[in-house]
């Protein structure tokens, strides 16, 4: 989160009345003041400040990277951070103990969330981490007949919904284990690990209005999965992942959960139409958009459209005022085209002009009507640009023409 | 503590709007108005007085936490969001 400062205007007024340039600003940590609060330093005069206006955010439609903490989460977390900051293993003082119950009471609101036991819940940095310790299962079980299947509930690139249930029941007849990253699932659509017959779930808390650093991984008792410890030490969280437990982390992750359950029928409910929304009113007024995904097992908060004839990056450059993506965060800056689309056998044209928009708790009808109206500007804007689009204009086939070689 | 009458629960409803508009940050203020007004209204219809009351004391409890969370809000804010110029409502 950017920090603001008025006291930067202060100071730049301030070091401008007094010496030469002002300073070019830093990138520390700024505190705006409350207008309603004028401190003595600030001059009186705001228009010696030499700021251009007043800086607007964009609006955020990339639930699908990271999300907003929800506040009833930060609430949880902040005594933990003030007051209540004992070692949750200290056992010998009511810091400790106060800090475990804590850390326990979260370890209940994850298991809760996904049906398990709180005992097979291992607390992680994350869900990357939690897929490090499902897989390194199976160079733990040396059995040669064993395996893994690894499988994301919810991609995060087109929001496809895998059917878990039924892969579940395929794995425990066949005697294999069967993991999933839920990241972009747990608390969003109902996930049971007894129903689906799931072993090994990764669980991300920054994906769920959660804080970030913080995950879990799900593993199950009965019958009881090995894993092999990825990191030794302490012999904390059942020897399975040593280190100091962070409380005010999980905290946050469990107070995520249990937010998460209660507000998961709302947040469908409310998504979905927000989702069709987007969808309708975009597709109407453009042609030649086509969403990517199976449209009949889809969570609806993860759009992933693509504008035939306009190209991604460009796309995003020119919605400068919404904070968009065009597949994973996790290979943004590199130039090739989404592994996922490729996979599901977009063409390489209309994967480079794929992006992808973000529905979560707290999006507004009005940030879906902005981005929708923009997005339609832009689109018919660059469309206007493109010689291929004159060309379909101009009914020419484009699959027809021999490109020359250079 | 007696069972909440229905006085008490608008006061109750209106605090909790109040507070919730207080929000510095558009989408948590957004959200928060909207999800009291959905909740309230879902609820509307609850007779059993137990319920009412255990219903009231978690709408209490949520009031404690806006106005943490509002002020804490405060003291962090940053700049508005490209479409709150553009429009004075609230929800």
Redesign the interface.
């Known amino acids: 989160?950017?920090?603001?400062a008025a006291w930067r205007r202060a100071a730049v007024a301030v070091t401008a009345a007094t010496g030469p340039k002002a300073a070019a600003p830093t990138r520390g940590l700024r505190?705006?003041v409350?207008d309603c609060a004028p401190r003595s330093a600030v001059p009186a005069d705001t228009a010696a400040a030499p700021e251009a206006g007043?800086?607007?955010?964009?609006?955020?439609m990339d639930v699908q990277a990271t999300t907003?903490l929800d506040?009833?989460v930060?609430?949880a977390m902040?005594p933990y951070l003030v007051n209540y900051y004992g070692n949750p293993h200290s056992r010998t003082h009511a810091y400790g103990w106060e800090s475990e119950a804590a850390m326990e009471r979260a370890r209940q609101q994850v298991a809760s969330l996904i049906g398990a036991d709180p005992r097979e819940i291992i607390f992680t940095s994350g869900a990357t981490e939690s897929n490090n310790i499902a897989i390194k299962e199976l160079e733990a079980a040396i059995q040669p007949d064993t395996s893994l299947v690894s499988i994301m509930t919810v991609n995060n690139e087109i929001g496809v919904k895998q059917p878990i249930a039924e892969i579940g029941q395929i794995c425990s007849s066949r005697k294999v284990y069967f993991h999933t990253d839920a990241a972009q699932a747990v608390g969003k659509i109902p996930l049971d690990v007894n129903d689906m017959k799931i072993d090994l779930m990764s669980i991300s808390g920054h994906k769920i209005y959660g804080p970030k650093g913080v995950g879990a991984v799900y593993i199950r008792r009965r019958p009881r999965v090995r894993v092999e410890a990825l990191q030794s030490g302490g012999g904390q969280e059942r020897g399975m992942r040593s280190g100091t437990v962070p409380t005010p982390l999980v905290v946050g992750l469990g107070a995520a959960c249990e937010v998460a359950q209660q507000e998961m029928e709302?947040d469908h409910k409310r998504i979905s139409k927000l989702a069709e929304r987007l969808i309708q009113n975009i597709m109407k007024s453009l042609p030649d958009v086509v969403m990517n995904g199976d449209p009949k097992h889809h969570y609806p908060g993860c759009i992933n459209l693509s504008f035939a004839y306009v190209e991604g990056e460009s796309l995003l450059m020119a919605l400068k005022?919404v904070a968009l993506s065009s597949g994973s965060a996790c290979t943004s800056a590199s130039l090739e085209p989404s592994y996922v689309l490729r996979a599901i056998g977009t063409d390489e044209d209309l994967a480079h002009s794929s992006i992808r928009f973000g529905i979560g708790?707290?999006?507004?009808e009005?940030?879906v009507d902005?981005t929708v109206e923009k997005c339609i500007q832009h689109v018919k804007r660059l469309r206007e640009m493109s010689p291929l689009w004159e060309m379909v204009q101009d009914g020419i086939d484009l699959k027809s023409i021999k490109w020359t070689q250079h | 503590m007696a069972s909440s009458s229905r006085a008490q629960v608008l006061d109750l409803y209106r605090a909790m709007l109040r507070e919730s508009k207080r929000f510095s940050a558009y989408n948590y203020r957004t959200y928060a108005v909207r999800r009291i007004r959905d909740a309230f209204r879902e609820n509307k219809n609850v007779k059993d007085p137990v319920e009412i009351q255990t219903l009231v004391n978690k709408a209490k409890r949520d009031l404690g936490i806006i106005r943490r969370q509002v002020h804490i809000g405060q003291l962090y804010s940053t700049d508005k969001l490209i479409i709150e110029n553009r429009d004075m409502p609230r929800t």
């Open positions: 989160m950017l920090l603001r505190l705006r409350r007043p800086v607007l955010r964009p609006l955020y907003p506040p009833r930060l609430d902040l709302y005022d708790r707290f999006t507004t009005e940030e902005y």
